[in-house]
């Protein structure tokens, strides 16, 4: 097989709590992770040419050694002796690498991405990628990672990766990187709506004051909740404490909160660090008049009605 393409699904947080900050500047956070029906597409495809060749469809995402897909494709060459060098990056949207050892036959790969998830949107939509780029070398290369494999080389490129690798509804804690599988919460449908605005994940956490928190979400609970299969018990529990900073800066994350909240929803929340607000709807109708209100207001560029992920699930269908 020379060529696959690979779903790289978009995450929200059902609950996000910071407790506090270490010593060495990362947060130890608890939240709740849930993939989410919406994706970017990823197409893999050996080259005679060694070396690690992108392209996308988004001009203002880079193609070099700053994308996320790039770093796990060397990251991956590297550990499994491929090992592949940029060249320096290329205004025509494709990044050459070239074998450290140009006389032996190196492998080298042409990834294309198609890009859906929101970008800068608090939706981990460089991790999920940089996930889909393991999943797809492994098989495409047949080099036999196991989860954990890809998870302990993917860590060291982004605290979300680990749980991107393996989807679905999970309980993340340590810096994200511990992770607990949990069921599928009960089906319902998803209004993600991303304003138009660029948060920097970096600026979030280093205006947040974890010391100085009031409320903290009842995380627990929200697992107690999913586990027991209630949509009440979870959508009364969510909470993002990353809303302290996001929201204060952005006004307009609270309008489309409210917005939501007034067309039915169940509950709104910001994922991550924003800006994407999410409303989990129990009515389809609703949901569907609540994306069509925050689109017209101007409230958001970016509106999706959709419904939850999980691979099981799908498997299953
Ligand atoms: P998170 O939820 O993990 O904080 P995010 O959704 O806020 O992530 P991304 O969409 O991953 O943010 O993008 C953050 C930055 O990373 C962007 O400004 C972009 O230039 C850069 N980036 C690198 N690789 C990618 C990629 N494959 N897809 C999207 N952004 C990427």
Not at 18 to 34: A, C, I
Not at 36 to 50: A, G, Q, R, S, Y
Not at 140 to 155: A, E, K, N, P, W
Request: proline letters at 5%; aromatic letters at 6%.
């Amino acid at each position: 097989m020379d060529c696959i393409s690979r779903k790289a699904y978009a995450k929200i947080n059902l609950g996000l709590d910071v407790l506090r900050r270490r010593p060495d500047g990362y947060h130890e956070v608890k939240m709740v992770m849930q993939t989410v029906n919406i994706w970017d597409l990823l197409t893999f495809k050996k080259t005679e040419e060694p070396g690690i060749f992108l392209k996308t469809d988004k001009e203002e995402l880079p193609v070099g050694k700053d994308n996320l897909i790039y770093k796990a494709a060397a990251a991956i060459f590297e550990e499994y002796g491929l090992e592949a060098q940029a060249s320096g990056a290329q205004a025509s949207g494709r990044q050459a690498a070239e074998a450290k050892s140009p006389g032996c036959h190196k492998p080298g790969v042409e990834i294309a991405l198609k890009k859906q998830i929101p970008i800068a949107a608090g939706m981990a939509g460089g991790s999920t990628d940089a996930a889909a780029v393991f999943h797809g070398l492994n098989e495409l290369f047949g080099l036999g990672m196991s989860l954990q494999d890809m998870q302990r080389i993917g860590v060291r490129l982004g605290a979300d990766i680990p749980y991107c690798l393996m989807g679905g509804t999970a309980l993340a804690e340590g810096i994200g990187e511990r992770l607990t599988a949990l069921p599928p919460p009960p089906d319902c449908h998803l209004v993600i709506a991303k304003p138009d605005i660029d948060v920097s994940t970096k600026f979030v956490y280093e205006n947040l004051h974890a010391d100085t928190l009031k409320e903290h979400p009842d995380i627990d609970g929200m697992t107690q909740a999913i586990r027991g299969g209630s949509l009440a018990g979870i959508t009364g529990r969510m909470g993002n404490v990353l809303e302290t900073v996001t929201v204060r800066a952005y006004p307009v994350i609270d309008q489309i909160k409210k917005k939501m909240l007034e067309r039915g929803a169940e509950n709104a929340l910001m994922s991550g660090s924003g800006p994407t607000v999410f409303g989990l709807f129990a009515d389809k109708e609703r949901a569907a008049g609540a994306a069509k209100e925050i689109e017209g207001a101007g409230l958001a560029g970016q509106v999706f009605v959709t419904g939850f992920y999980n691979p099981e699930k799908a498997a299953g269908a």
